[in-house]
């Protein structure tokens, strides 16, 4: 508001009009959004039909004779139509540049035989350089009734090519007779602490720690692949709806704790330096460096920008079903003697959490078996002693796949975050029932018992390993159909849209101390949301959602082009 210099007010006026003005100017939207069906996550107001925004960040939710005051001459205007709206959804557990990178890499999900891997390999193999790596992920040996691939079915088509393919959960490699030659895997070669070579004359199959025997001679992406890798990583996020993750990076046990802070420094801090981050990241490094952890913290805080968040540590405490190697407490039955793999020395992992958490860092660890979770639980309960500071701390299981009877009221007592994937059902049931037996297959992906026990469950994908695709784990967490299945497995641990929808949302927000930037459509919140095909909470199986488009910070990222079909 200007003031004319022909008008004459007593300074007192002046001011206080010009205090006006100024209130006035801060309170006017950029944009405004209505004629929607907002899902706003907050339980203050769960429902509204319109958003202001402001800076990047929501002025107001409600009405729209709510946003009446907010409207300037330069506000925008969005009609949304009558279409379904929610927060842009965070994935609480991903490997962000790994899956940017594997994005160029020989994809073989899709595999259901011998033979068509063998023909996928042979393709790539025409069209490689001679001596050149050949690199390849997703394979799962449940699509082929089970039998674990090796080294023969690579030989003969890669006479001139190292090979080295990772299993779909990444806690198994397969490689060629070159390969291990290459890097010095032979009969002799002994197992590494938390690893296994299958010791087998034809296999090739490494095992969790044991696979840095051939990846650790593999060349690293460049620093330049990695940035690229981070720009396709967002870009693929962002058309699934995914405006924030939680990235626990390259580290696997016994790799090189300098990956995640090299990506950290060089990607992350670089593209956040130069205005290229496009998804908000919140970033976990190993623990064994939490030392680094605790002084970066100390130094910067937890909040980096906008953009970048140190989220704490992490740990592995065991493996995967599908590679045998998550840890129970009675055997499997396909494999009697085998109860799994203790991955970290359990003595090392209670010092250096208990440590972690006295320097007030958020701990996040990987447990899949139900031997692995109760240890992990205890471990938790025994860090701190004060059971009262767990809360504060929000410690992490990764996985939570398998559960004892009494464990999803231990993550709730203790107040124990549970951080699952809901895709992982579509990998798992069937080996589940073979390797588990009728009994124990029941104490799986128990979400509705985490719930009812009082434990917060967060949801994620663990990509690569699994699809990028928040829609997807919603219809698994509320259906629990996996692919062959007629009935849900387990119907009692459906839980509900809006439950899901949370985990999805305020719920990871909150799992990695973020609450109070993202999570909700809150007044003050960034304004990330999207726009949904139809509205979840009227969802039936023949129906398949997606994602019209993506906005963070009240701007545009992703729209689609046309509806699918």
């Known amino acids: 508001m200007q003031f004319p210099q022909a008008f004459h007010y007593s300074g007192k006026v002046v001011k206080v009009l010009q205090k006006f003005s100024g209130l006035q100017s801060r309170h006017v939207a950029d944009t405004i959004f209505t004629n929607g069906v907002i899902w706003t996550a907050d339980d203050k107001l769960p429902w509204a039909d319109s958003i202001a925004v402001r800076n990047g960040k929501i002025l107001h939710i409600g009405s729209s004779m709510s946003m009446q005051d907010l409207v300037g001459s330069n506000t925008n205007h969005v009609d949304l139509e009558g279409k379904f709206v929610t927060p842009g959804f965070m994935d609480s557990h991903v490997h962000f540049i790994p899956g940017g990178l594997q994005l160029q890499m020989l994809n073989l999900h899709s595999t259901r035989s011998r033979e068509e891997l063998e023909e996928q390999v042979a393709m790539v193999a025409q069209e490689k350089e001679k001596g050149s790596w050949i690199l390849g992920f997703g394979w799962n040996h449940e699509n082929w009734g089970g039998n674990l691939p090796n080294k023969s079915w690579l030989d003969s088509i890669t006479k001139n090519h190292p090979v080295w393919l990772t299993r779909i959960d990444g806690h198994m490699g397969l490689a060629n007779s070159i390969a291990l030659a290459k890097v010095g895997v032979n009969s002799e070669t002994h197992d590494p602490q938390g690893g296994a070579i299958i010791r087998d004359e034809r296999n090739g199959v490494l095992v969790d720690a044991a696979m840095m025997l051939v990846s650790k001679d593999i060349p690293q992406s460049s620093q330049e692949e990695c940035r690229e890798a981070l720009k396709r990583a967002s870009k693929h996020a962002l058309s699934r709806g995914v405006t924030s993750v939680v990235d626990f990076g390259r580290f696997v046990p016994g790799a090189s704790t300098r990956r995640v802070w090299d990506d950290f420094f060089e990607v992350y801090m670089w593209a956040d330096a130069v205005g290229s981050m496009d998804v908000r990241v919140s970033i976990y490094f190993p623990l064994e460096t939490f030392i680094e952890v605790a002084d970066l913290v100390k130094e910067k805080g937890h909040v980096l920008s906008p953009w970048v968040h140190v989220g704490g540590v992490k740990a592995f405490a065991d493996g995967s079903l599908g590679s045998s190697t998550a840890l129970f407490h009675e055997p499997y039955l396909d494999d009697v003697n085998n109860y799994g793999l203790q991955v970290a020395d359990p003595d090392w992992l209670l010092q250096a959490t208990t440590e972690a958490m006295d320097s007030s860092l958020q701990v996040a ?85 985490l719930l009812q026990g009082g434990a917060r469950v967060t949801f994620g994908s663990d ?57 909700s459509l809150s007044q003050g919140k960034y304004a990330d949301f999207i726009i949904l095909s139809c509205n979840l909470f009227n969802l039936s199986m023949e129906v398949v959602p997606f994602v019209l488009a993506t906005y963070v910070g009240g701007l545009p990222v992703y729209t689609i082009q046309k509806e699918a079909t």
Not at 374 to 379: A, K, R, Y
Not at 395 to 401: G, K, N, S, T, V
Not at 468 to 484: C, F, S, W, Y
């Open 463 to 519: 990509w690569p390993v699994t699809k990028l695709d928040p829609l997807e784990g919603i219809q698994m967490a509320t259906k629990r159909v996996p692919h062959g299945f007629e009935q849900p497995w387990l119907v009692e641990q459906r839980i509900s849209v809006e439950d899901a929808l949370k985990g999805y949302t305020i719920v990871g927000a909150y799992s990695s101390h973020m609450e109070e930037n993202i999570g």
């Open 365 to 449: 660890i990987h447990a899949i078996g139900d031997a692995a979770n109760d240890q992990i639980l205890s471990l938790y309960e025994a860090a701190l002693g004060n059971q009262s500071s767990l809360p504060y701390l929000r410690p992490r299981i990764e996985h939570a796949q398998h559960l004892s009877t009494e464990a999803p009221a231990r993550f709730g007592a203790l107040g124990i975050i549970a951080s699952v994937q809901p895709q992982h059902l579509l990998d798992d049931a069937y080996p589940a029932l073979r390797k588990l037996g009728k009994e124990r297959f029941k104490k799986s992906y128990l979400f509705q018992s």
